[in-house]
C-alpha cells in the first residue's frame, strides 16, 4: 500500500512509520515550551484530532479507516506527552486514556501495551514528585494506578505484543513496586524479569524509537528502583551508584538519558544525606534539563531541591543559589 502523508507544522511524514515521526516532533514541540511555537503546535494537533474525528466512519474496518484510527491513537500520545512535559498529570492521562480507548477497540496490541505502559509512567511520575515533596504515603494512590496499568499491559495477549515492550512493562513495574514498598529484593527480581528482553528489536513500525531496552536501560531502572524505596538508606544510595556506574558503562549518550541519570545522581546524594554533593548534582543536571527543555525533569530536580530546603543544610548559600538558579530555569523570561 503507498504510503500517505500529513504535515505537522510544515513537517512531513509517513503514516507508516506515524510513531517515530511523532516522538522526534515531540521533542522538538516540547523544546518550545517557552516560546510561542509550542502553543501553535498543540493548536494544530488538536485540529488533526478533530479532523480525523471528523473523518472516521466508524462503521467500517478497511485498512484506510483502521490507518486513521492509528493515527489518532498517535496524535493523543503525543499531545500526552507534551502535557507530561509540563507536569499537567491529569491532562496527560486523560489524552492517554483515550489512545488506550482506541488501541483496544481496534485491537492494536502494540499501540495497547504502548500507551498502558505511558499513563502507568505518568501516574509513577506523579507520585515521584508527590513522594519528595509531601512523603510517600500522600504518593500511594498514584503507584497503585501505576501497577494497575501495567499489571493491565502484563495481561495483553503474550503472542501479539512485542518482546520489547514486555521487558519495559517489567521494568517499570519492578521499580514502581518498590515505591508501593515492596521488598528491595522482590522488586529487583520483577526488574531482572525484564532484563530477558534487552537486546531484542521491535517488529512493529508504530513504535517510537526511543523505546530501546539495552543494558544501559536495564541498569538505569535498577538504580531508580533503589531510590524509589520510601525507607532511605545510605547502603540504596550507594547500590544505585553502582547502577549508574554500569549504566553509563553501556551508555548510547542519549541527552535524554543521560539528564534523567544524573537526575538520579543528585537524589542518591539527597538520600545518603550529603546535601552539598546532592546540590552539585541538581545545578549540573540542570543544565542538561535546559538543554532538552525537559519540564518533568526539571519538575524533579525542583522537588530535590525543596527537600534539600528541608534538610539541615536548607540554610546554606549553595541551596540558596540553587533556587534562583531553578527560578530562572522555570521563568527565563523574567531574568532577561
Known amino acids: 500500500m503507498r504510503s500517505s502523508h500529513s504535515s505537522i ?4 511524514f509517513s503514516r507508516a512509520n506515524f510513531f517515530v515521526s511523532l516522538s522526534c516532533l515531540s521533542q522538538e514541540y516540547c523544546q518550545g515550551w517557552h516560546s510561542r511555537s509550542l502553543f501553535q503546535a498543540t493548536s494544530d494537533i488538536q485540529q488533526r484530532i478533530d479532523r480525523l474525528h471528523h473523518d472516521i466512519d ?9 490507518e486513521k484510527r492509528a493515527l489518532l491513537c498517535g496524535y493523543y500520545t503525543i499531545f500526552s506527552d507534551i502535557a507530561l512535559n509540563h507536569t499537567n498529570f491529569a491532562r496527560a492521562i486523560a489524552l492517554l486514556s483515550h489512545a488506550i480507548e482506541i488501541a483496544e477497540q481496534e485491537q492494536f496490541y502494540d499501540l495497547w501495551c504502548y500507551t498502558l505502559r505511558l499513563r502507568g509512567w505518568v501516574y509513577r511520575s506523579r507520585g515521584e514528585i508527590t513522594a519528595l515533596i509531601q512523603g510517600n504515603a500522600a504518593a500511594q494512590p498514584d503507584f497503585q494506578q501505576a501497577l494497575l496499568n501495567y499489571q493491565q499491559a502484563q495481561q495483553l495477549d503474550a503472542k501479539k505484543v512485542p518482546d520489547v515492550y514486555r521487558g519495559l512493562v517489567a521494568l517499570a ?8 514498598g515492596l521488598k528491595i529484593d522482590e522488586a529487583l527480581n520483577i526488574v531482572d524479569v525484564g532484563s530477558k528482553q534487552v537486546g531484542k528489536q521491535l517488529a512493529s513500525s508504530r513504535i517510537p524509537i ?3 531496552l539495552d543494558e544501559e536501560r536495564y541498569h538505569l531502572d535498577r538504580a531508580y528502583t533503589y531510590l524509589s524505596y520510601p525507607i532511605w538508606s545510605a547502603h540504596h544510595a550507594k547500590m544505585a551508584r553502582v547502577e549508574l556506574n554500569k549504566a553509563n558503562e553501556k551508555a548510547i549518550h542519549s541527552l535524554s538519558r543521560d539528564t534523567f541519570s544524573a537526575t538520579l545522581l543528585a537524589k542518591s546524594y539527597l538520600i545518603e544525606g550529603r546535601y552539598g554533593l546532592a546540590t552539585y548534582h541538581v545545578r549540573e543536571a540542570m543544565q ?9 525533569n526539571l519538575a524533579r530536580l525542583t522537588a530535590i531541591y525543596r527537600a534539600l530546603r528541608n534538610s539541615e543544610y536548607g540554610e546554606s548559600d549553595d541551596v540558596a543559589t540553587l533556587g534562583v538558579d531553578l527560578l530562572k530555569a522555570q521563568q527565563p523570561t523574567l531574568f532577561k
Open 9 to 12: 507544522t510544515g513537517r512531513t
Open 58 to 66: 466508524y462503521y467500517r474496518s478497511n485498512p484506510a479507516q483502521k
Open 173 to 180: 513495574s519492578g521499580s514502581t513496586s518498590a515505591a508501593a
Open 210 to 212: 526511543s523505546a530501546i
Open 288 to 296: 542538561m534539563v535546559q538543554a532538552t527543555a525537559s519540564g518533568m
